[in-house]
């Protein structure tokens, strides 16, 4: 079992930054890659980035890519979103997700992470 729980989220201005963070516990976390997906009202939930198990690839969003950087702490159980240039189109409930599974990765599906967080709202103005 592993237990996953993001923080960080809030109500920003257009440009803004914001860093989210997502607490893992229950299994050795080097163990499995992370990813961050997010949902908008009325929205599927789509891919945002992803981290290996040791941070050596790092897939991105077209529309988050150079803006946003995923990384990773495996000494304090923590996968990080740091978002940069933050605009409306980025408001959603961000979730984090564990990929413990013994298949192949693929990052950018939600159906390949087996855990996930509760979300945590980013609202940005404009």
């Known amino acids: 079992q592993v237990q996953l729980v993001e923080s960080g989220g809030g109500l920003v201005q257009a440009g803004d930054s914001l860093r989210l963070s997502c607490a893992a516990s229950?299994?050795?976390?080097?163990?499995?890659?992370m990813g961050w997906f997010r949902q908008a009202p009325g929205k599927e939930r789509e891919f945002v980035a992803a981290?290996?198990?040791?941070?050596?690839?790092?897939p991105y969003a077209d529309s988050v890519k150079g803006r946003f950087a995923i990384s990773r702490a495996n000494a304090k159980n923590t996968v990080y979103l740091q978002m940069n240039g933050l605009t409306p189109e980025d408001t959603a409930v961000y979730y984090c997700?564990?990929?413990?599974?013994?298949?192949?990765?693929?990052?950018?599906?939600?159906?390949?992470?087996?855990?996930w967080g509760q979300g945590t709202q980013v609202t940005v103005s404009s």
């Open positions: 981290i290996s198990r040791f941070g050596t690839t790092t």
């Open positions: 997700a564990a990929h413990t599974l013994s298949v192949p990765w693929a990052p950018d599906r939600p159906d390949a992470y087996d855990y």
């Open positions: 229950g299994r050795t976390f080097s163990n499995y890659a």
